[in-house]
């Protein structure tokens, strides 16, 4: 093939043999020529009334996918007409051009959920698992990363970036209080407000005070901070890494030899393990400011016999159940955000459809973990 050949204009010349019609395709048939060979196809389409067509296609000199492509749509819309249309030629590199875009291999999303119903959701509970298992193997692939770049930062400390540990630090954590602790106060008065109103009616508001400081520091304060944190930080950190993935940011990082994981992945999740408990206790604090505000107003207790009564129902261990928590769901965040941030395509629909997937997952785990937290401290008398 020529390289002056690929300029000759594009030609298609119709002749009838019997029941069958000869096209004869000629020319270059490429991107440039694209608008040209659109307007000859759509030429002869209108005039053709055989029901067989042989597109002859030895006199091309030049084609490629957009040729191709055109060829191929071609064939197709002919076939909804009960036409058939063969395609003739000699140079094997048509032939894998001509496979390349063919739509036929693509699957109809009308008959993937056509037939059985029953069987139809079998098929997604099935895809369901084989995900799941995609997402843990990945989960446990990074996790196995970040120990092994942990272990060598033993011996070189600079590995773990200070610089953006700290600067993930002030966004996830610094950033997140005024948000976490409206919050908690807001919730720290609701449920001493719907505390009150059973118990007054039994003469026992007093364990209101009871009620808020257990509840809070055990689990609704750390509950409501990691799924706020998800949902802001998680969120966060998806749409970052999965910018720079449509970017080719993370290509360029690995072609200069730095690892994603110790660069982007690592100063994430070691900032967000730092942050969690530290706003998961400012957290306590103003829902239970809350709670406090709330009997005072709405019970008649004084804020004095409140923090008496509170200390009496409470001691450091109820704080640290909940302190202890915050890493560990932290991590769990950490690590499904940024899988999910990996896992973006090149689209902006991509983009939007992990982030999702990210806050909905992590606040799942969240919600796992803290169950398997509670049944692991009643087990030990905790």
């Known amino acids: ?32 020529q694209g608008s040209t060979c659109e307007k000859l196809i759509n030429q002869t389409a209108s005039k053709l009334s055989h029901s067989v067509i042989c597109v002859d296609l030895k006199a091309v000199s030049f084609l490629d996918t ?121 919730i720290g008065g609701i ?43 998680g969120s966060a950190y998806t749409a970052e890494l999965g910018s720079m993935k449509m970017q080719e940011e993370i290509d360029a990082l690995q072609v200069t030899g730095l690892r994603v994981t110790e660069v982007l992945i690592l100063p994430r999740l070691v900032a967000l393990m730092i942050a969690l408990p530290i706003l998961v206790f400012l957290a306590n604090i103003a829902a239970l400011f809350g709670a406090g505000l709330t009997c005072w107003w709405y019970l008649g207790i004084v804020p004095h016999s409140f923090i008496a009564q509170l200390q009496a129902a409470v001691t450091v261990d109820t704080l640290m159940v909940g302190i202890v928590k915050a890493p560990f769901m932290a991590l769990i965040i950490g690590l499904i955000a ?24 992590a606040i799942f785990m969240v919600i796992v973990v803290d169950g398997v937290f509670a049944v692991f401290f009643a087990s030990i008398g905790f």
């Not at 390289?3 to 020319?27: C, F, H, N, Q, R």
């Not at 003469?203 to 509840?215: K, N, P, T």
């Open 338 to 361: 940024c899988m999910e941030g990996m896992k973006v395509e090149g689209s902006s629909e991509s983009l939007g459809r992990h982030t999702t997937v990210s806050v909905v997952k």
């Open 1 to 32: 093939m020529k390289l002056t050949d690929k300029m000759d204009a594009p030609g298609l010349v119709t002749a009838e043999d019997g029941a069958l019609l000869l096209l004869t395709a000629s020319g270059a048939w490429g991107i440039r």
């Open 66 to 186: 957009a040729g191709a492509w055109l060829l191929q749509r071609f064939q197709m819309e002919q076939a909804e007409q009960g036409r058939e249309v063969k395609f003739i030629y000699e140079d094997e590199r048509f032939d894998i051009l001509l496979k390349e875009v063919d739509r036929e291999d693509v699957d109809n999303p009308a008959e993937e959920h056509s037939g059985n119903s029953f069987v139809n959701y079998l098929e997604a509970v099935g895809e369901a698992t084989r995900q799941l298992g995609r997402d843990t193997r990945d989960v446990l692939a990074m996790l196995g990363s970040l120990t092994a770049i942990i272990t060598a930062a033993a011996t070189h400390p600079s590995r773990l970036r200070p610089i953006s540990i700290g600067v993930q630090f002030q966004r996830s954590c610094m950033g997140a209080v005024p948000i976490v602790c409206l919050m908690s106060f807001l």
């Open 191 to 233: 449920i001493a407000q719907q505390g009150g109103f059973y118990l007054k009616q039994f003469g026992a508001e007093i364990f209101v005070v009871d009620l808020s400081g257990i509840l809070v520091l055990r689990e609704i304060g750390v509950i409501l901070t990691a799924i706020m944190v998800a949902g802001r930080s």
